[in-house]
């Protein structure tokens, strides 16, 4: 089953325009991470956040985390055409696993 | 120097038929996965191994077969392919509680 949600499923915007995506998941975890899949290819890690922090940026990222409501947010600002692509949230369970578990993924299309 | 790659890029074979896909990181990760993505681009994973040994095995049917030589290959081979075998197989690796790099994965349409 999947862990987590991903909301929106699909999500279009201007170019410049700030994109926001958001994941919720059910169990304890270690971390969670973001990543990227461009059409037809691998996927791409982009953060990742412990499950003792609360925010976190990389250049134009900007992820939270929320753990006593189990939920992550990524926020893409100032949005470009080549930000175009799925984004899936992953988490890595506090089970002492070693598994990633991802999200249901959201469909960004940034329109020039 | 591609991190971790895997072969072939597409698969297109007859159902019932036997394949096998490799895999291969150059990163000295000591963990690789084996994962699914479905046409709803649903990922699922499906095996996990550490140096060399099956951790997690998430009730794939025992069609598919994961091998690992040695901890930098994982591959997986499938028997009596069927149709709902179709999808996108990706591998991955990582170090424990860090990020996971994936292959550019495996199309493999069974017709």
């Known amino acids: 089953s999947q862990q987590g949600e991903e909301d929106p499923q699909a999500l279009s915007i201007q170019e410049g325009e700030n994109a926001t995506m958001n994941c919720s998941y059910k169990t304890s975890i270690n971390n969670l991470q973001w990543y990227r899949q461009n059409s037809g290819r691998g996927l791409v890690h982009l953060i990742l956040i412990r499950s003792n922090e609360r925010e976190k940026h990389s250049g134009r990222l900007r992820v939270t985390l929320d753990t006593s409501k189990k939920s992550s947010s990524l926020l893409i600002t100032a949005s470009r055409a080549a930000d175009t692509a799925s984004y899936f949230c992953a988490t890595d369970a506090d089970f002492g696993n070693e598994k990633l578990t991802f999200g249901t993924g959201t469909r960004l299309t940034i329109i020039p | 120097d591609t991190a971790v790659s895997q072969t072939p890029k597409y698969l297109v074979t007859q159902m019932g038929n036997d394949k096998s896909i490799k895999c291969e990181q150059n990163l000295g990760h000591d963990t690789m996965y084996w994962y699914k993505q479905d046409s709803k681009k649903f990922l699922k994973i499906m095996f996990s191994y550490n140096n060399k040994e099956l951790i997690i095995n998430e009730t794939v049917p025992n069609r598919f077969s994961p091998k690992s030589p040695d901890k930098a290959h994982l591959n997986l081979h499938i028997n009596s392919l069927e149709l709902g075998d179709s999808a996108v197989y990706f591998c991955?690796?990582?170090?424990?509680?860090?990020?996971?790099?994936f292959g550019q994965g495996t199309r493999l349409t069974v017709v």
């Open positions: 991955a690796s990582s170090q424990v509680g860090r990020e996971a790099f």
